[in-house]
Every structure is written in C-alpha cells, then in structure tokens.
C-alpha cells in the first residue's frame, strides 16, 4: 500500500470571472520509505494538489489517500506532519507554546522533552521563549519544520520548506530530512528549487499545467543528467589511441565521451592495452533536464 496515492484529481478556481484550471488530472503515487521530490514551475499546481491531499481544499473530482484512507478523512491526518509554504501563527506564542499546541492537536500531551530536543536540533533553544512575532523569516520556517514532527508522524508532507533559509538552515534541514528517512519517515518533498530536490530525494515527479510530465527513479536521475564520462589512462603516448586524448600530467591522460559510446571506448581501451586509471560521468544539472522536458 502506498504512503500517498493520488488518482485524477481536477480543479479549477474562479478568478476574477475567470475559470483557472489548477489541477488537470494531476496522478501519482508516494511509495512508503521514499523521498519524493515535487518539481515543477510556480503555477504547475503543486500547492493545491497538497491542500487537497491535507484536505485544506477539495477537488472537483478525483481521489487522494493517506494511508489507504480517502484525505477528506479525518483519520487520514492522524500520521502526518504538515509544513505548509509560508506558515503563519499565533504571533504571541512563544517558539515553546506553538510546538506544545502542535503537539496538543494530535493529542500528544507530555511534549515538553521533545519539544526543547527539537527547539535545540534547529538552532532555536534560545529563542524557546521568544514570541514568534519577534522570529526572523528563516526562524519562522525552523519552528514551523519542528512543530510538523513534534507528534513524531509516520509521513512528512513539505511545501518549499527551505524557502528564506539561510545555509545553515538548509544543511540543518537536509540533514534532518535525511535521518528521518533512514528511520523510515516518508518525505513528500514539494520544490521549485532543483539543487535541494536534486540532493535528497530518492524519486521526483515532474509537474506541468496542473499534471505529471515526467516520473523518474533515483537511478534515472543520475542517467538523466550524466552527458558523458571522462576516463583518466596511463602510458596512452605512442599507442596511436587518437581519441582527443589531454595530457594532465606526465604519462596521464584524459579521454571524453559521451555516455552512449562508453562500452566503445572501453574495449577500444583494451585492445590496446591502455591501463585505465579512473572513470568519473561528467553531469549536467538536474535543472537542465528539467527545463528540457518542460520545452518537450
């Protein structure tokens, strides 16, 4: 059974005595123990398909499930932990009170030890005190990362969680997304920012229009943006090899191909009894591929 399933789901929104499709059949599924990275363009539909999944919106049709559970379901928010794109509070609430209360909602009374083991993981156990009208914005988004797992839930549901977040914030924030992982959280990751998705995620969807253009693995991710590789040989001189090979230092060698010709350019290798020192794919950025499907 899948962490998050979601099947057809349409919307459109009235603006302005205009009908805007946000959602146009918009289908996938979050496999229980992945990171699952949602990529796409502001505009793709990413926001509304989370509010329909945390049952903030509802759709014109189609499903979503937690759990097995349909999300207009109650119940199906029982195991999630929520950080929705720019979180707002009761700005008189201390960093303390406002995990306490997140705490409170999923009945999870005795809080107070996780909570300070939270408020100090993100750097905020002197502000524990602070009212968070007095929080930065990267401060806002460290509080608002903490309060979804103070009831330490089975699925995390991100909505561009590092959005004003210095560096440190980001590494704090990475790290924490990826040991919640290897404890078995599921993370569905919602990003417009392709290094961070990039970095983290195991699988990532591609949104476009208000639907999924592209779905791909961690395995065709790395496909995806290896261009070629740059191999490194020994004693290539006098081999009469003439495969643009550069000298970068004496009796070293580097060799460029593309990733279609590497088999190729082994056994060319071979047959000549060069000594292959290394091998190393030349990488393009995930945001290339991604502005290539887009353009697609």
């Known amino acids: 059974m899948e962490a998050i399933k ?20 918009m289908t996938f ?13 502001n505009g793709a539909g ?15 049709s189609g499903s979503a499930y937690i759990n097995g559970i349909p999300s207009t379901n109650h119940k199906a928010r029982a195991d999630i932990g929520f950080m929705p794109e720019n979180p707002q509070y009761y700005d008189t609430l201390t960093g303390l009170d406002m995990l ?11 809080a107070k030890t996780q909570a300070y083991k939270l408020l100090e993981e993100f750097g905020l156990e002197d502000s524990a005190k602070v009212p968070l009208r007095k929080y930065s914005k990267g ?12 009831h330490k839930p089975d699925i995390l549901i991100l909505d561009e969680p590092m959005s004003g977040l210095d560096p ?28 961070d998705i990039e970095d983290i995620c195991s699988r990532v969807v591609i949104v476009k229009d208000g639907k999924v253009v592209k779905d791909f693995n961690e395995v065709e991710i790395k496909y995806l943006t290896t261009s070629g ?22 009796n070293l060698y580097r060799i460029d191909c593309d990733k279609g010709n590497l088999i190729n350019t082994l056994e060319l290798l071979k ?13 393009k950025d995930l945001e290339d591929v991604f502005i290539e499907i887009l353009n697609g």
């Open 29 to 41: 599924n979050v496999n229980r123990g992945e990171i699952f990275g949602f990529l796409g363009p």
């Open 229 to 250: 590789f740059e191999i490194v040989v020994k004693n290539a001189s006098g081999t009469g090899l003439d495969m643009g090979e550069k000298e970068i230092s004496k």
């Open 139 to 150: 401060m806002i988004q460290r509080i608002g990362f903490a309060a979804a797992l103070i």
């Open 271 to 283: 047959d000549k009894r060069i000594e292959i020192i290394d091998i190393e794919p030349i990488k």
């Open 46 to 60: 990413k926001s509304t398909t989370i509010k329909i999944i945390t049952d903030l919106v509802r759709a014109d």
């Open 100 to 110: 306490l209360f997140s705490a409170s909602m999923f009945g999870y009374k005795d």
């Open 6 to 25: 979601v099947d057809n789901l349409k919307k459109t929104f009235k603006l302005k005595l205009k009908q805007v499709k946000a959602l146009d059949g």
């Open 168 to 195: 440190i914030g980001r590494m704090i924030f990475k790290k924490k997304m990826k040991e919640l992982n290897r404890q078995g959280v599921t993370i569905f990751f919602s990003s417009h920012i392709i290094p």
